[in-house]
């Protein structure tokens, strides 16, 4: 399968202890973003990276969150001190770097429950 | 402000019915559009895209797409629904020289046999 991948696929937490997600996106694509979904909502995205580089952090990602993209590959999002508001569908998707929008390849997405 | 509404929640049709999900959006600049399905449990698929040219798109599984800019929309349409059309199907916008995407909320849709 060459698709966006996405690991754990269902977290189940504690408040107050960190969790991790990764996303390994398609090998090509050198633009990756984090999403995040709730109930009954759209996606509203959390932050983008060109390749290494985290450029935008929406003003949803508080503190507490931080991703990375160490070498431009694959990317971790990981939340620390878990509040039971941050339960949500965290999707990562991936596209080509051209002059317009290309398509967002979306991986199944990292179900979060904090108790 | 940049803005993607969806104002139907619910859509309900029976199979073999025709469809046409409403998406009104405001963006400054041109818009790039898109509509994406999430079924169950499923990460979100691409429909169709348009960025410039004939304001009708045509898309995988039957769909289509009209840009109409006079009216900021950009609605979804199928001919024939399908009982594996059910799903929630999210329209979003982007612009040139942008890489963010705004989603609308979303419609979900039930496919009565």
């Known amino acids: 399968d060459t698709g966006v991948s996405q690991d754990p696929r269902h977290k189940i937490t504690k408040r107050g202890q960190n969790v991790t997600f990764r996303c390994d996106p398609i090998s090509e694509h050198n633009r990756l973003y984090w999403y995040r979904q709730t109930l009954g909502q759209g996606p509203e995205f959390l932050t983008y990276?060109?390749?290494?580089?985290?450029?935008?952090k929406s003003r949803l990602l508080s503190d507490r969150f931080s991703a990375e993209r160490p070498k431009g590959s694959f990317s971790t999002l990981e939340i620390q001190r878990t509040e039971q508001g941050d339960s949500a569908m965290y999707l990562c998707a991936s596209s080509l770097l051209t002059v317009n929008p290309g398509e967002l390849f979306f991986g199944e997405g990292s179900r979060l429950t904090v108790l | 402000a940049q803005s993607v509404t969806q104002p139907d929640i619910h859509i309900t049709v029976s199979e073999g019915a025709s469809l046409e999900l409403r998406c009104n959006y405001s963006?400054?600049?041109?818009?790039?559009l898109f509509w994406y399905v999430q079924s169950p449990g499923q990460g979100l698929q691409l429909l169709l895209k348009y960025f410039s040219g004939d304001t009708l798109v045509q898309g995988i599984k039957g769909f289509e797409a009209e840009f109409k800019r006079s009216q900021s929309s950009f609605n979804l349409r199928k001919p024939s629904v399908h009982w594996s059309d059910a799903a929630e199907y999210f329209c979003?916008?982007?612009?040139?020289?942008?890489?963010?995407?705004?989603f609308g909320t979303g419609t979900r849709l039930k496919v009565l046999a």
């Open positions: 963006y400054g600049a041109t818009p790039y």
């Open positions: 990276f060109q390749n290494e580089a985290q450029l935008e």
């Open positions: 979003a916008v982007g612009g040139s020289g942008t890489y963010k995407y705004i």
